[in-house]
Every structure is written in structure tokens, then in C-alpha cells.
């Protein structure tokens, strides 16, 4: 049997990664610091080693007792994460990278591997912890992974963009969910139209299984939903789900002012289009789950654990402003 050893594990794209890796038939080992709840306690077919990823002699004894095939490194925030790991486990079968799609310039679209730049990275920002060197840290993870492939390590790197489904601890859908399944009438920024590319987590975690056994080494994937929907019909695939008829109600920056919001404050949008070319993963065998059956899930998992709007709501009270601010202005 072959075997998996995930450098975290426990949480969203981690969790539905061991599912993955698991029903295709590994044995799979993850490894965490143990400071967060392990979905898989008391399940004796995933095992769990504890110790820090950032220590490379925990992670040489987590490759001692589990002689991986392949290792998925979920949690390499630093590109000397990835520099280390690939040294490590220089002799997997695969060792897949989990980057971004945040690698790209935003204004270049659609972004395919082989051909768009990505970002710079200073040695300043390769040390740095902070949310603006997020994506200039994972570009040069990105780097890391080529200049091992060519020392012969058979090392890949998958580009998610936004990852949704069910366990996301960042709750980017429970908010419209909330909103959708609450209210007739919503607030979407813009004319709802607005593309910025997704990919469900159980796609994203078959695309890690994918691109480990059949992805060639010194190469990047981008992972994101064969079909391009724009904010609006995924809305609507949720609203449809709920058995919701909703109004959406599509507001400019200037409606948004009249509630004291800006676009900022919407999860799931941004003020640019982001879209990936996905033809590259396409080609190893990979394709994506109907938004349907995907917005199923994540409804049914956010109604299980009675999230509400999650971490990304803010009060009804400002949305009701702009709608009656629309009222008022809109000459239909």
C-alpha cells in the first residue's frame, strides 16, 4: 500500500486532503503540533505525529517512521519550509507544494503556469510573517520546487485560488449562506458579474492526489473549477440549495457608502478579475464536481454546525441602509 504523510492535516483543505488520499487507498499519516481538535481522533486507519514542521530533525523522524511515497506539505508558509522539506523527503515518489494562485500578478488574466510571471520575493519578505508577503512567500516556495526538481527531486507545487466547501475555518460562504438563508433581499457588490476563480476543497484535495501520481516534477497546476461562474450564479446555487427565493440587490462603491461599506468588506470579492487557465491539470485526468452538487455539501455542513454568518458578517443594519439608499435613487 502506499503511503501518504500530510505535513498538517486537521484543518479544511488538510482534512478533505486525508479523505482524498485515504479512500484511494493510502495509509496516511498526519503531522501536526497537535494544538488544534483532529477530526480524525479514534479513527485507527489515519495516524498522527506530533511535532513542529519548522524543526527539521521532527520532520526527518516523522520521514524515518513513515517512509512516505508521497508528502503533501499543506502548512509551508516560508520559503525555507519547502527548501527543507524538499532536502528531507528527497526521495519520495511526490512531494506536492500547496502554493497560491496569489503567486500571479493581479492584473494579468487568465494566468497559465508556464507562461505568466510570478511574484518577487525579498529576503525580507521570505522571513516575514505578515498577510501582504503571503503570496511573494508562496512564489518563491514555488521556486524552491523547481530548483529541487532539478537536483532530481521529484517535487510539484498545485496553485489553489479560492478555496471553498465544507470545514472552512475562514467561513468565506457562511456568510452569504447566513444572508441568503435569512433574508429575501441581499447586497452583492458590483453587477454580479464579477469573476474571480474557485475551486471546492474535495476538488482541490483530489487535484493534490492527481497531479502526486501522475504530475510531472518540476511543475506547477493550478486548481480552480473547469467552469468559470461569475459571483451571481454561485448566489443563485446557493439560494436554489436553500429552496430561497432571493432578490439580489447589486450595489456600486457609491449605494455601498450610504451603508458605511465598501467592496472590502464582501468575502468572495474582490475589486479585479482573477482567472487561472486549468487546462494543465485537466490533461493528468482531473475534472471538477458540479456546483451543485458542491454548494450541497457546503450548505448542509454549515446548517449541521449552526455557523450563522461566520467570521466575515458584519450588521444587517448597514446592508438595510444601502438597500434603502437604492430605493430611493434607482430611476426604475
Known amino acids: 500500500m502506499d503511503s501518504l504523510l500530510i505535513l498538517g492535516g486537521t484543518r479544511f483543505i ?20 497537535g494544538n ?7 479513527n485507527d486507519a489515519i495516524t498522527h505525529l506530533t511535532g513542529d514542521r519548522t524543526d527539521r530533525s521532527a520532520i ?15 502548512i509551508a508558509y516560508h520559503p525555507e519550509d519547502v ?21 500571479y500578478p493581479d492584473d494579468i488574466n487568465p494566468k497559465r503556469e508556464d507562461d505568466t510571471r ?12 505578515s498577510q501582504e508577503t503571503y503570496a511573494n512567500r508562496k512564489a518563491e516556495g514555488d521556486r524552491e520546487v523547481f530548483r529541487a ?20 475555518y475562514t467561513q468565506r460562504l457562511n456568510y452569504w449562506i447566513n444572508r441568503i438563508e435569512t433574508y429575501d433581499r441581499v447586497v452583492v457588490p458590483g453587477d454580479g458579474q464579477h469573476l474571480f476563480h474557485r475551486v471546492f476543497v ?12 501522475r504530475g510531472t516534477p518540476g511543475e506547477a497546476y493550478n486548481a480552480a473549477d473547469r467552469e468559470l461562474y461569475d459571483l451571481d450564479t454561485l448566489l443563485t446555487a446557493i439560494a436554489r440549495e436553500l429552496n430561497r427565493d432571493v432578490e439580489f440587490v447589486h450595489a456600486t462603491e457609491r449605494d455601498l457608502a450610504a451603508g458605511n461599506l465598501t467592496v472590502d468588506d464582501f468575502v468572495c470579492y474582490r475589486d479585479y478579475n482573477h482567472v487561472l487557465s486549468t487546462e494543465k491539470l485537466a490533461k ?40 434603502d439608499h437604492i430605493d430611493r435613487t434607482d430611476p426604475r
Not at 95 to 100: E, G, L, M, N
Not at 202 to 213: F, N, P, T, Y
Not at 295 to 313: M, P, R
Open 83 to 103: 527548501r527543507v522539506a524538499t532536502d528531507v523527503f528527497e526521495d519520495v515518489s511526490a512531494y506536492v507544494y500547496i502554493s497560491s494562485s496569489g503567486v
Open 202 to 213: 474535495r476538488d482541490l484535495a483530489r487535484a493534490l492526489r492527481v497531479v502526486a501520481e
Open 284 to 323: 493528468l485526468g482531473w475534472d471538477m464536481t458540479s456546483i451543485d452538487e458542491a454548494i450541497a455539501e457546503t450548505v448542509e455542513t454549515h446548517l449541521e454546525n449552526d455557523i450563522g454568518g461566520g467570521k466575515q458578517s458584519f450588521p444587517r443594519e448597514k446592508e438595510s441602509r444601502v438597500i
Open 14 to 33: 488538510g482534512r478533505a486532503t486525508v479523505e482524498e488520499f485515504h479512500s484511494a487507498g493510502y495509509d496516511v499519516t498526519i503531522f501536526t503540533r
Open 60 to 74: 526527518e523522524e516523522a520521514s524515518r517512521q513513515v517512509n512516505p511515497n508521497v508528502v503533501v506539505d499543506c
Open 36 to 42: 488544534r481538535p483532529n477530526p480524525f481522533r479514534g
Open 149 to 168: 526538481a532539478n537536483r532530481g527531486v521529484n517535487a510539484l507545487s498545485v496553485r489553489p485560488c479560492l478555496v471553498y466547501g465544507p470545514h472552512d
Open 118 to 129: 510570478i511574484r518577487e520575493c525579498t529576503p525580507e519578505q521570505a522571513t516575514d510573517d
